[in-house]
């Protein structure tokens, strides 16, 4: 029992701990385990059942298990492999404890008429049961009777076992004066501390297991969504460049347009400039669905801007989307007289310097990049507004580093990555919405069918049809090159068999390796139509616009998410013409994969899809970018918890009316990484 003198606070270091020195600790936080309350929220991600002993003459191949023998005999062989070997017995069997590498010390500890307890994998050796390397504890005395409790295991890392974790966890947990006053009544687990304690050494019973998660991931999600609260309340206490309406450029774009607003975009299109209007910084999400319209939102919003002599920066995942951003929003922005420029990290020297210049002193009002926006180097004359295309594959980092290139710059985040209710009212609690839920008038549903890959001859040739009659399309691969280790078609291969197989269509190849300007030659060859068929990677996932393309073959289909599928068929159906997408997939598909290719032939819906995606796979990180692999959530999956949502924004909101104690503990608990985002 921990004396008062050994207690910590919950922000006290892990190398309070004994044991855990520098190089540890170094270690422990690549587990993101910096203080004792990073530790006792390191919750386990399994159990294994060590509650009873099992006797040597029932025990199973292939399963792990717990068992408890006294030393018969141990020596050393040198066969193919020097090992170890226990022979243990429990007056019903034998077992045999095998290891390859040991200690001298080791070595003389196994002494015969010691008691030895093991967990570990059974396997049939040559001598009958075995087990290699298990865990292992001796005893002069026979052991005491199993645990009542399952045992933890810990997500580990390289050179941390669970088991060292688990010693830690234990004594934090005994240690650590941890004073939560977040409670609920109505839940089996009231107190917070009390369902972590129970996690960490629960007894077996799933439903209890369940119960106890269920009330941490409430708290989690809580102060999540009261590091949401907080940072809208800190907006609104800070002041920027307010926007108002100038001499009527929008109007003039509205006329040269060609083409009518839906309901949906002038709505939008209101609510962002009317927050633009405001000295309080603008923070607001843009949805829709993918070729729903928010460039031209955005358009509207950077003519606000350049109205008042400000300038608009808009950043873009990918330079395939920056690209076609600039031709659009040149086209529509230079007439009115509005500078518009591109910046991306693969320009030449001369380009990225007059660029630079141009960014500096104020000649683009209008600033299109990459990443390249954001980094050291790129000043700004007068930044107002920030817009960010795609958000979800941008960090927060790298938007917090776009913020700072101005003086707290109004943000329009903008994703064609539909995101459900439950989401959004959790999730972006700091942001307002608006969402563009229709599509232009005279769009017709892309139809999509599946394909099983034996009828791989059959798709070839209705693409071969449709092409002769002037249609143009993609062919869309998982990879780049073959790879011996599996048998996913790659772009580079596929390119190849079509060329073969359809002679007389012009094709094209695009894939992220490709030097910038063949990557510009492709696509400006399918735009003009010279191309019939663009066989490409992924990352034409978002960005290209080609109103004749009508038609989509997706390789592999199965290996994608349902969000990836849906964006890729976006590219289809941008013009009058019926699109169609084929979906070709490799037999036997999993049932999620079946699951998912069936969503993707029974609806266009992106919202609908957006659901059924949550449920299939989880959210993804919904802060940062996917592609650092870091989790925003401890132990919240989205997937299965969402129906928490609604009550941790019904809890955050009466802890934020009436216990403003209680709220601030649950974010210092839980909010130490979103934290960094509110300060966004």
Known sequence: MATRADERPIGAPVTDLPGVGPGTAAKLDRLGIETLG???????????????SVPFNELEPGKSCLVTGRIMASNVTFGRRRSLLIRLGD???????RM????????????PGSWMRCFGDVRIGPTGPEMVHPEYRLHRDEPPPAPSELTPVYPATLGLTSARI????????????????????????????????????????????????????LDELTGHYLVMRRRQALLKRQSTIALPSGPKLGRRLLRQLGFRLTRAQ????????EDLAKERPMIRLLQGDVGSGKTVVAAFAAIRAAERGCQTAIMAPTEILAEQHFETLSGWLVPLGIGVGLLTGRQGVPERRARLTAIRDGGDLVAVGTHALFQTGVEFHRLALAIIDEQHRFGVHQRMQLRDKGRLPHQLVMTATPIPRTLTMALYADMDVSTIDELPPGRLPVRTHGAAMSRRGEVIDRVRNWCAMGRQGYWVCTTIEEDEETELNAAESVYAELSGAMPGLHFGLIHGRLPQAEKNAVMAGFKAGEIHILVATTVIEVGVDVPNASVMVIDNAERLGLAQLHQLRGRVGRGSI??????????????VARE???????TNDGFKIAEKDLELRGPGDILGTRQTGEETFRL??????????????????????????TAQTIIDTWGRRDAEYAAV
Request: hydrophobic share 45%; net charge neutral; proline share 4%.
């Open 38 to 52: 990073d530790l006792i929220l390191h919750l386990p991600f399994r159990y294994q059942d060590r509650t009873r």
């Open 91 to 97: 007056g019903l069997g034998t077992l045999t404890i």
């Open 100 to 111: 390859f590498h040991f200690s001298r010390s080791q070595e003389r500890s196994m002494q």
């Open 166 to 217: 688990r010693t830690w966890v234990a004594v934090a947990l005994e240690r650590c004066h941890y004073v939560v006053a977040s409670s609920l009544a109505d839940m089996p687990f009231a107190d917070l501390m009390e369902a972590i304690r129970f996690l960490h050494a629960p007894s077996n019973d799933t439903g209890r297991i369940d119960a106890a998660r269920e009330r941490v991931v």
């Open 266 to 273: 002038a709505k939008a299109t209101g609510e962002v400039l």
């Open 578 to 591: 019926q699109a169609t997408c084929i979906l070709l997939y490799e037999t036997p598909l999993s049932a």
């Open 596 to 602: 998912r290719l069936a969503v993707m032939r029974d």
């Open 636 to 661: 919240a999956d989205l997937g299965i918890d969402r129906h928490l949502l609604p009550r941790a924004v019904a809890l955050g909101n009466r802890l934020l009316a009436e216990d403003e104690a």
